[in-house]
């Protein structure tokens, strides 16, 4: 079993940033692949950014590349999602996944909201 908790959401003005944390718990998090998905209303759950186990490898939607930033601290079991020059368009749901592997996801967090005003 693995517990994931997404904290860091809530409303920014266009241009802004946040910063989105997941804490895990349960399985080796150090071994999990771990990524960030985002679901806005009406709209599939897409894949923003994804990291190995290691962060030695990512990977980010085009939508996102050059704003958003992935990376983990496996002392802490903490990914991270730095989100910068916010647009209104990224307004959605962000949740969390773990998986054994990267690019496979088992676990889900319960999501954090994020709206970015214009």
């Known amino acids: 079993q693995v517990q994931l908790v997404e904290s860091g959401g809530g409303l920014v003005q266009a241009g802004g940033s946040l910063r989105l944390s997941c804490a895990a718990s349960g399985r080796t998090f150090s071994s999990s692949g771990m990524g960030w998905f985002r679901q806005a209303p009406g709209k599939e759950r897409d894949l923003v950014a994804s990291?190995?186990?290691?962060?030695?490898?990512?990977y980010y939607a085009d939508s996102v590349k050059g704003r958003f930033t992935i990376s983990r601290d496996n002392a802490k079991n903490t990914v991270y999602l730095q989100m910068n020059s916010l647009k209104p368009e990224d307004t959605a749901v962000y949740y969390c996944?773990?998986?054994?592997?990267?690019?496979?996801?088992?676990?889900w967090g319960q999501g954090t909201q994020v709206t970015v005003s214009s």
């Open positions: 996944a773990a998986g054994p592997v990267w690019g496979l996801y088992d676990y």
């Open positions: 990291i190995n186990w290691s962060g030695g490898s990512t």
